[in-house]
């Protein structure tokens, strides 16, 4: 069996932990709304057609931050749409998923949902076809109290109290030439510039979060947030950063390894912005909202590819990116939360995308189940006890050699401490296919610490899946393989494992 070691020390930390850093994303688009969070003929419809059954499941998660309502669809988004009364709302065709758009949930049913959840809302807003007046108004429609139009015109509409949004993202991924109203990073940043400062003068508490790039492998990263930060460093909080995975080679080493690049990613980011900052010697830290990131696994559905031929275009709830998630999948989005972990100096906003059905942790069928995808329980772990300050872990691994990344450590780990109730958790994962590891723990400075718990995920079946026949194929248990004495921690780490082991004074 080989071996690692890990070091932690409780005064030696990364950062704090910013509650946002487990956020999640739903977007207009497949069965995400519609079908989803929201289908009035359910048998758990609550008076305003959202299904409670999938209200529990996102409270179970702790999602703390939600995007929304885009996502590509939102450069193509009038919000007014989506006000007033129902009945009258008008059908729109939303091009970018070539789908009909019935409005049924716009801004008010959505905030009330997600604070039926207990997440704050993230409201992205259209600089693709639309710009800074109907940004204007949207904010006044949603956070001034009354006496204005737009505040009064949500009154009269049924929302007495405002919303109270304090987090805007301009625009969606505008880098991208898929993007309705693509703009070039001059024309992004200005644009973002002149938004952001209109924004800032009504309410300067506001965090306004600008486009990054839409992945690392555009051809123009990290030039776009090197310009668009040019324009717009002194008047947003935020640049953001997307990315997915997936595993079309079949390749499992690499697939595990991705959180490599991952990681590549953020800190390039990173640099761009300490560049623009010392260019502008500005005392100003920029820092990161990665509001879009998942695992995007070989073995999802068909219809996943794209928009598929099979689905009739012009329709409402269409199955779309529908990812069925694997075991493999969990592992992957484990090795990601543990980046986001060790980045949170930077990172205070983080969006596993999205939330129902598409790309999601959580599936429905209709007039039928919700359930857990195994990409669930690593979210579910880090969001319920991956709280206070992340430590800066020491860590050695036995490594093997990838053609892309070059020296692979099986063992990723990350700890978070929480001061407030002297609890530690240690999260990792074992990227190993063929030997569980002996991990050695030096926890000196926690000489009194107990464990309290340990949380496994594994399967012997690396393509397994839940689904609504069987939804707990792929499910966390009690690991037994750890001890603690005197600060110092023995633990087997079993192969291809998901990893969560908290501890706490005697």
């Known amino acids: 069996m080989r071996k690692a070691r890990l070091m932690v020390d409780k005064d030696f930390t990364i950062g704090v932990i910013d509650k946002r850093m487990y956020g999640s994303f739903v977007e207009h688009l497949g069965r995400a709304i519609y079908g989803g969070i929201y289908e009035p003929e359910h048998k758990t419809a609550d008076k305003n057609g959202f299904r409670k059954d999938v209200i529990e499941l996102v409270k179970e998660l702790d999602v703390s931050i939600i995007r929304y309502p885009g996502g590509n669809f939102v450069s193509n988004y009038c919000w007014e749409d989506g006000i007033g009364s129902i009945e009258r709302r008008p059908s729109r065709l939303d091009i970018a998923w070539r789908a009909l758009e019935p409005n049924r949930i716009g801004v008010n049913e959505f905030c009330a949902w997600a604070k039926e959840v207990g997440a704050e809302v993230m409201m992205s807003l259209n600089l693709g076809t639309r710009g800074l007046e109907a940004a204007r108004n949207l904010v006044e429609y949603c956070n001034h109290p009354e006496g204005t139009y737009w505040s009064d015109l949500r009154i009269s509409h049924g929302i007495q109290k405002p919303h109270g949004i304090k987090v805007w993202c301009l625009g969606n991924e505008m880098d991208g030439p898929w993007q309705i109203g693509h703009k070039t990073a001059e024309e992004y940043g200005r644009l973002a510039n002149e938004v952001g400062k209109a924004l800032k003068l009504y309410d300067p508490d506001l965090a306004l979060v600008a486009c990054g790039s839409s992945n690392r492998d555009m051809p123009t990263f990290p030039s776009w947030e090197a310009e668009v930060l040019e324009h717009c460093y002194d008047t947003i909080d935020y640049i953001s950063l997307h990315t997915y995975y997936d595993d079309e080679e079949d390749d499992l080493a690499t697939y595990l390894a991705n959180s490599i690049d991952m990681d590549i990613f953020i800190k390039s980011v990173k640099s761009t912005c300490d560049f623009v900052k010392a260019k502008k ?16 696994s070989f073995y999802h559905s068909f219809i996943s590819k794209g928009l598929d031929d099979t689905c009739e275009p012009w329709t409402t709830g269409a ?8 075991f493999a999948d969990a592992l992957l989005v484990g090795c990601m939360l543990i980046t986001l972990l060790r980045n949170v100096d930077r990172i205070k906003i983080a969006c596993l995308a999205q939330l129902v059905n598409v790309l999601a942790p959580i599936m429905t069928q209709k007039n039928g189940p919700a ?8 979210f579910l772990h880090a969001s319920h006890y991956g709280k206070g300050v992340s430590l800066d872990v020491r860590l050695e691994s036995p490594m093997y050699d990838n053609a892309k990344f070059g020296d692979v450590p099986y063992l990723e780990a ?4 929480d001061r407030d109730n002297e609890r530690l958790t240690i999260f990792a994962v074992n990227r190993n296919p063929h030997e569980s590891i002996l991990l050695d723990g030096d926890l000196r400075c926690l000489n009194e610490y107990t464990l309290i718990d340990y949380i496994l995920l594994e399967h012997r079946d690396l393509k397994a899946v839940n689904s609504a026949k069987n939804p707990s194929h792929v499910v966390p248990h009690k690991g037994s393989d750890v001890k603690i004495e005197n600060g110092h921690l023995e633990a087997i780490i079993p192969k291809l494992s998901w990893n969560v082991m908290r501890l706490g004074k005697q």
């Not at 010697?281 to 995007?296: H, V």
């Not at 199955?319 to 694997?326: A, G, K, S």
């Not at 995808?373 to 690593?378: K, M, R």
């Not at 990350?414 to 401490?417: E, M, P």
């Open 319 to 326: 199955n779309l990116l529908e990812d069925i998630y694997t």
């Open 371 to 378: 359930w857990r995808q195994p990409i669930f329980y690593p």
């Open 414 to 417: 990350a700890a978070a401490y």
């Open 281 to 296: 010697r500005s005392k100003k830290t920029m820092y990161l909202s990665f509001d879009e990131w998942n695992a995007w």
